[in-house]
């Protein structure tokens, strides 16, 4: 069963930087789509961003050009760079797999003062 460990999260202000780690088990982050997710309390998780087994990427609109994804297929682990931090990016944040979810890790909250 898959497994991910998410870190990385905490308190930054506005315009703040911080990157997220996500720790998967197995080759999966080697061979599927790996994402990262966002979500409120009482709401969706939403996709955010998400990165192919070629290295191709997709972002969500309100992230493009803040927010940069990665992985370290070496290492089995994903990454999430988030620059320019707005107070409209506070959620626990997931990384999974979009394309067959698995189940989530305890995820990683975000927090941004303004």
């Known amino acids: 069963q898959a497994q991910f460990v998410e870190s990385g999260g905490g308190l930054v202000q506005a315009g703040g930087s911080l990157k997220l780690s996500c720790a998967a088990s197995?080759?999966?982050?080697?061979?599927?789509?790996m994402g990262w997710f966002r979500q409120a309390p009482g709401n969706d998780r939403e996709l955010v961003a998400h990165i192919s087994r070629s290295g191709s990427t997709y972002y969500r609109d309100h992230v493009r050009g803040r927010f940069t994804i990665s992985k370290d297929n070496a290492k089995k682990m994903g990454y999430l760079q988030m620059n320019s931090l707005k107070p409209e990016d506070v959620d626990v944040y997931y990384c999974?797999?979009?394309?067959?979810?698995?189940?989530w890790g305890q995820g990683t909250e975000v927090t941004v003062s303004s």
């Open positions: 999974n797999l979009p394309d067959s979810l698995w189940p």
């Open positions: 197995g080759d999966l982050i080697n061979i599927f789509t």
